[in-house]
């Protein structure tokens, strides 16, 4: 069983970068994909980013389009998310998520890492 550790949140101000890291642990992970996703408070998490495994593809929601990048360590079996010009709205909790082979959506989750940016 592969579990997700995530680090690298904070408390930034508007226009800062941070960079989250999630590493999977138990086994090496040989899945589909890994992704990122968000929660701000009071709203339904959301995708925010994705990369696929085998091919480094990659997939980001329009509101990060540009500012965030996504990226794997096969060796470290980690997956990162640079964040850039950070905004206020992209203050939530962020989850990194895997997508195990055979499985039809994302099935791992990490426990998750706040992020809080001021204005």
């Known amino acids: 069983q592969v579990q997700l550790t995530e680090s690298g949140g904070g408390l930034v101000q508007a226009g800062d970068s941070l960079r989250l890291s999630c590493t999977a642990s138990?086994?090496?992970?040989?899945?589909?994909?890994m992704a990122w996703f968000r929660q701000a408070p009071g709203k339904e998490r959301e995708f925010v980013s994705s990369?696929?495994?085998?091919?480094?593809?990659?997939y980001y929601a329009d509101s990060v389009k540009g500012r965030f990048r996504i990226s794997r360590d096969i060796r470290k079996n980690a997956v990162y998310l640079q964040m850039n010009s950070l905004r206020p709205e992209d203050t939530a909790v962020y989850y990194c998520?895997?997508?195990?082979?055979?499985?039809?959506?994302?099935?791992?989750w990490g426990q998750g890492t706040q992020v809080t940016v001021s204005s």
């Open positions: 138990g086994r090496t992970f040989s899945g589909v994909a």
């Open positions: 990369q696929r495994w085998s091919n480094g593809d990659t």
């Open positions: 998520a895997a997508q195990s082979v055979g499985a039809r959506e994302y099935n791992v």
